[in-house]
């Protein structure tokens, strides 16, 4: 008698690939020294653990990750975070954007990004790729996915998320039959006539028990599954975009499924939707929970310290690892790793990023000489609604606050993004500055 046929998990014949987006400009000036997805999350994370922790959760170890803007801090983040062993055949890899004898330009979109690496991955065997992108915080088991996209036979599966009527003008918005196959796609529709033929009907709210009033419709999450050779075959072609070019034009000539989600998810690609994404985690019953250890989020291990807290008034806060706060008020604010906040200052709805380093008192000195604060928030500074960048030198006796001043507005010393203020990353405010 034959030995049984043994398959493959579906997650061995998986290889993942996260975009890494372009110059990011919707996150700028966080994006102005480092790539989107290295951008600080949460204290103590980065925004490509997002999508790198449900891939390992997932059971999904093989890993690329595509770039091309200022990609030194994403690349040491990487390599300090996610090395696997010998055994598991799993790898983090990153393919940064570069000139070859075929090619000498940038990646133009998102499936000009994935056909420029294209030789790379067939260097794998897999039968499914995964493409997800770096900006957005949710959490997911792809396994159920790919299950999905195996049961139904489709060749290229696209997760959607139920979004209500004044958000679906902002998405590429699916259309979908009794069997989840998508029948029509608009890209980020604008008039009310289309917008009323794309809602979700009432039958198909309840087969996915979809729930929450009002109009509901199927919005895109930029999370696709597709067939290896159906990969080849759609980007054998001059198209750059995967939303915007290949999903359109796969929809009417290959199965193209839907994979209904309905956990939370947000795409945290401006400064108003991260500063709102982090601010809620500061929440008592936050959106996103980074205390389920069942499905952890993972990220580099820095062995510092508990944070130390002499004598603060602390209410709605995540305070990281290694932090030393002295008779501050802080409210409703993410106080990021080794975060040195002086005697008597004040944060309401604060995200500081924290800092790379603690400052010898060498350094302390020759920048005291120097007329330039030591590393951190100064006391008796005021700050509201504002990001503060890492190794920020925030003086004494200083008020930051965006109130009164436009929605958006650069200057020499801070900028002002959708109505927040933000001190970029190594920024001086001197001594008793009042913005």
Same mark, same amino acid.
């Given at each position: ?330 409210? #409703?604010?993410?106080? =990021? %790793? ?5 005697? +008597?200052?004040? $944060?309401?709805?604060? !995200? &500081? ?61 801070? #900028?002002?993004?959708? =109505? %927040? ?5 190594? +920024?001086?405010? $001197?001594?008793?500055? !009042? &913005?």
């Amino acid at each position: 008698m034959p030995p049984p046929k043994i398959i493959p998990d579906v997650s061995q014949r998986t290889l993942s690939i996260i975009m890494g987006g372009g110059q990011g400009t919707r996150l700028f000036p966080l994006t102005r020294e480092r790539a989107k997805p290295a951008v600080p999350l949460a204290g103590k994370y980065r925004l490509v653990d997002i999508p790198l922790s449900n891939c390992i959760n997932s059971g999904l170890k093989r890993v690329y990750l595509l770039t091309q803007f200022n990609s030194a801090s994403l690349h040491r983040h990487l390599s300090q975070s996610y090395t696997f062993d010998h055994f598991s055949g799993g790898f983090v890899g990153i393919l940064a954007a570069e000139q070859t004898f075929s090619s000498s330009s940038w990646y133009q979109g998102t499936a000009d990004a994935v056909r420029k690496n294209i030789l790379h991955f067939l260097n794998h065997s897999f039968d499914y790729a995964l493409i997800l992108s770096g900006d957005q915080l949710y959490r997911m088991d792809f396994r159920e996915v790919l299950a999905q996209h195996e049961a139904s036979k489709a060749d290229v599966t696209i997760a959607t998320i139920p979004v209500p009527r004044e958000a679906a003008n902002s998405l590429g918005i699916m259309q979908i039959d009794s069997e989840n196959r998508i029948v029509r796609f608009v890209e980020k529709p604008k008039e009310p006539e289309v917008l009323d033929t794309l809602k979700i009907s009432p039958e198909m709210m309840k087969r996915h028990a979809i729930e929450g009033g009002g109009e509901q419709y199927l919005a895109s999450m930029g999370i696709y599954v597709f067939n290896r050779e159906v990969l080849l075959r759609l980007l054998d072609n001059d198209l750059t975009d995967f939303g915007k070019h290949i999903i359109p034009n796969a929809i009417g000539n290959q199965r193209v499924f839907s994979y209904v989600f309905q956990g939370y998810w947000e795409d945290i690609g401006t400064i108003a939707s991260f500063f709102e994404a982090n601010l809620d985690i500061s929440s008592e019953l936050p959106k996103f929970n980074f205390f389920d250890m069942v499905r952890p989020i993972f990220t580099r291990p820095r062995f510092l310290p508990g944070s130390k807290i002499n004598g603060a008034q602390i209410d709605h806060a995540v305070v990281s690892d290694g932090c030393i706060i002295t008779r501050a008020q802080i409210a #409703h604010a993410v106080i =990021g %790793v080794r975060s040195l906040i002086g005697e +008597g200052a004040s $944060l309401n709805r604060v !995200v &500081v990023m924290g800092n790379d380093y603690y400052e010898s008192a060498e350094s302390i000195t020759q920048n005291t000489e120097a007329g330039r604060p030591p590393v951190g928030i100064g006391p008796g500074t005021r700050i509201e609604n504002a990001i503060i960048d890492k190794n920020a030198r925030i003086g004494a006796n200083c008020v930051l606050s965006p109130k009164g001043k436009p929605e958006n507005l650069d200057h020499a010393l801070y #900028h002002i993004r959708d =109505g %927040v203020l933000v001190v970029p990353k190594n +920024g001086v405010i $001197l001594d008793g500055t !009042v &913005v």
